[in-house]
């Protein structure tokens, strides 16, 4: 795998635009799933504060 990566990064051809594109695109897939699952698991955690505090002003 090491070997595919330097032999990637050594090629004078570059990567053309469609394939810097996909990367993007990827990258961005990813990103979005992950802010979309820690904004679910924020959302609990202050929806679980919140009962808590109403709990203990009660």
């Known amino acids: 795998m090491k070997q595919l990566f330097m ?15 996909i990367l993007v695109a990827l ?3 990813v990103a979005i799933a992950t802010i979309v699952l820690i904004g679910q698991e924020v959302n ?3 929806g679980t504060v919140n009962t808590e ?3 203990a002003n009660n």
């Open 27 to 29: 990258i961005s897939v």
């Open 44 to 46: 609990t955690s202050f």
């Open 7 to 21: 032999q990637f990064i050594k090629e004078e051809d570059g990567a053309t635009m469609v394939e810097y594109a």
């Open 53 to 55: 505090l109403n709990a």
